[in-house]
Nanobody, 118 residues
Framework: VQLVESGGGLVQAGGSLRLSCAAS????????MGWYRQAPGKQRELVAA???????NYADSVKGRFTISRDNAKNTVYLQMNSAKPEDTAVYYC?????????????WGQGTQVTVSS
């Protein structure tokens, strides 16, 4: 299983970035996909998630600014980041999750750095 993130980098406050995560080795369409982030000295937190059926969920801190989407034909999930803030600076990780009964199986990408300058 591979989840490969791309699109991170440096952006000025108020700017935009688009993160991509290409998945291989899984049946992409049945997995819920998510973006998490971890800032220095902080715990990893959920940023946005999208179910296999396309239902989305966002952290309060990014609602109205970030949009998660998925393209099952390309096995790719995206995170469109608009109106970026310095507090969005973190390593962003792609996650794929599926449930077998009550058991959750998670796969993670290696992370991509996003830095928002003020």
């Amino acid at each position: 299983v591979q989840l490969v993130e791309s699109g991170g980098g440096l952006v000025q406050a108020g700017g935009s970035l688009r993160l991509s995560c290409a998945a291989s080795g899984i049946i992409f369409s049945i997995h819920a996909m998510g973006w998490y982030r971890q800032a220095p000295g902080k715990q990893r937190e959920l940023v946005a998630a999208i179910t296999s059926g396309g239902i989305t969920n966002y952290a309060d801190s990014v609602k109205g600014r970030f949009t998660i989407s998925r393209d099952n034909a390309k096995n790719t999930v995206y995170l469109q980041m608009n109106s970026a803030k310095p507090e969005d600076t973190a390593v962003y990780y792609c996650n794929a999750a599926k449930w077998v009964g009550a058991l959750r199986y998670d796969y993670w990408g290696q992370g991509t750095q996003v830095t928002v300058s003020s």
